[in-house]
């Protein structure tokens, strides 16, 4: 949680009238506000709502494996991931990773997650390749009778195929209040729709164009508030317009004489306009916008600040004082006696539990044939190789985790026992501009290891073909047999926004092989790329793969993110 404490707390407590009066006479106050961003890490194309006392959030993750991550939060403020909707893409060979199937960049983008009290379901719906709509579906274990809290830890998401011939696009799911719970979904770019799904959430009943705008707008998010049906769209990069019915789901809409937000500055600097969000409601009935920012190379990061209704039931942003996108606000949820702690993303992974956390997505579907797939053995998590290639891009098994912005480490510890003659092994800083710290064993003599740093693996921006493989800049000491068994690697990155700037972040590379006792840096500062096109920020991932023959493997044994 990233709030703040004492010092702010009178100041708050102005705004928080509710929630403050029994602050003195508490033993451990608690902090009083928040800061934004609430959770440094891309998490675009946020769709968030509340079940209960329980916030859930879904995001976009193009070609990462398991896609469309969940993340869970008692007060708007404080994130874990819980889940992923898609525990496999399922979209097409491609999503599978090979030389020649490649799906960077497509996937999932801009899907929708809600929850149905009657059929005690989470649905899922995402539109791939602009040409159909996939849907999966959870069991909520009675999530709606109990606070929003879902029983079953391993969510038993069902894909349901064939998928729907038409692409929701940047598709915005409502389940409506009227007794049938009917959904619809709004989607759609510039000309925007709103389908009618069958009683089971399977199939269109009926789609119709509800609203054709003079700008281009797209990212529907729908609402039905107090009788009125509303649909938030975004202008990108830019801005948030609100449409309102107030004659049923199919319109017609009216759109706000004002959009919700417009070019609005903060809260961080040489990043993109708060935008393309979601509104939700606490339990006491306090309404929130939560949008994201462009914060390349980072990637896009969820900003959260209050709403207020105008008397004709438009929503209105609470702005500071420079009528910016404030940096704090008073806290959304304060003692909520249901509110749980929720792990932060920093702290170590020993690979613990039978499967990987939800932190963890790999880089296209895994090769489950490996063993990789299945996570771990026990403590540490064993990557076998899953590919012959001397192009990381095309490698299977990598396995990837969101950086912590403004700067954070990622330090993996490796046991390189079993790599084998031409094997690859390392820490990466992941994006369509990559570099790495990695253990080459020399392809001909399986005892002859050394330690690199290999910079500007770069995929062709717009067909995402892998344009460059790489090269060495940088080569470390021979690894002898004896220290193989404990290589720390360790990727450095500053992931501060430099969206629309010319400013070139960098990361470094060091490794360790004392135990982690001591690091040395090897290699050149390399720059990361700010460019919005691939989507995704960077990330910390860990590869193994060979160049000769299957057969070596790796163990993870730990990763730490740190700052
Ligand atoms: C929190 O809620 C409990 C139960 O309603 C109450 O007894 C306590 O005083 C509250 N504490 C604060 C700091 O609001
Ligand atoms: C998972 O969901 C499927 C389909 O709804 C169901 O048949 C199965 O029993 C569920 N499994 C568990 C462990 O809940
Ligand atoms: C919805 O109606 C309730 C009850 O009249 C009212 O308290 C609330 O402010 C309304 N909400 C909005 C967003 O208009
Ligand atoms: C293989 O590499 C090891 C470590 O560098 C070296 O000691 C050994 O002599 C090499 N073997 C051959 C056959 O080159
Ligand atoms: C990086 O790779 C690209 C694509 O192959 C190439 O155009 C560029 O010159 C390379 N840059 C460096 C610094 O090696």
Known sequence: MRAKNAAALAASC????????????????????????????????????????????????????????????????????VTHSVPRLNFGAKYDLGPSSQAYVKGIWASSLRYRASTDTFHWLGCVESSRTYIWTAAGTAAGRNRGAVANANWNWTSHTPPLASCYYDAGLLVDDDAAETLYVAYGNTRIRVAQLSADGLAEVKS????????????????????????????????????????????????????LVSSIAGPLSSAGYAHQGSIVDTVDGKWYYVAFLDAYPGGRI????????????????????????????????????????????????????????????????????????SGNKGGGLVLQTASVTTDLFAARNTVTQRILGPKAAGTFRLDARG?????????????????????????????????????????????????????????????????LGDVWLRVDADVTPAFGTSTERTATFAYSVDGGKSFAR????????????????????VFNHATRALGGEVTVKSFTMSQ
């Open 14 to 81: 102005l705004a928080a009238v509710a929630t403050c009066h029994d602050v003195n006479t508490s033993p451990a106050p608690q902090a009083a506000t928040f800061s934004n961003p609430v959770l440094w890490q891309d998490y675009p194309d946020l769709d968030v709502f509340r079940v209960g006392d329980v916030f859930y959030y879904s995001s976009s993750t193009f070609a990462y494996s398991p896609g469309a991550p969940v993340l869970r939060s008692y007060d708007l403020v404080s994130w874990e991931p």
């Open 208 to 259: 119709q164009e509800v609203y054709a705008a003079a700008f281009t707008v797209e990212g529907s998010r729908m609402y039905k508030i107090n009788g009125t049906y509303y649909i938030l769209v975004t202008r990108p990069a830019a801005a948030e317009y609100v449409l309102k019915s107030t004659t049923g789901p199919f319109g017609p809409y009216r759109l706000a004489p004002k959009p």
């Open 302 to 373: 969820p900003v959260v600040a209050p709403l207020t209704w105008t008397p004709d039931g438009w929503p209105q942003l609470v702005t500071d004082s420079a009528d910016r996108w404030g940096a704090t606000y008073p806290l959304p949820v304060v003692n909520s006696s249901w509110a749980k702690a929720v792990p932060s993303p920093l702290g170590t992974d020993a690979f613990e539990g039978s499967a990987l956390s939800h932190a963890w997505e790999w880089n296209h579907n895994p090769d489950d044939a490996s063993g990789s797939g």
């Open 419 to 483: 790599m084998r003659a031409g094997d690859r092994a390392g820490a990466v800083l992941f994006r369509d501009r990559a570099a790495y710290i990695g253990v080459w064993v020399d392809d001909k003599n399986s005892s002859a290891a050394r330690l690199v740093v290999v910079s500007n693996l770069t995929l062709a921006q717009g067909t995402w073909a892998t344009a460059s493989a790489g090269t060495v800049v940088a080569t470390g000491p021979a690894l002898a047999a004896d220290v």
């Open 522 to 541: 090897l290699g050149p500062a390399v720059a990361m790329s700010n460019s919005w096109q691939f989507f995704s920020g960077y990330r910390f991932g």
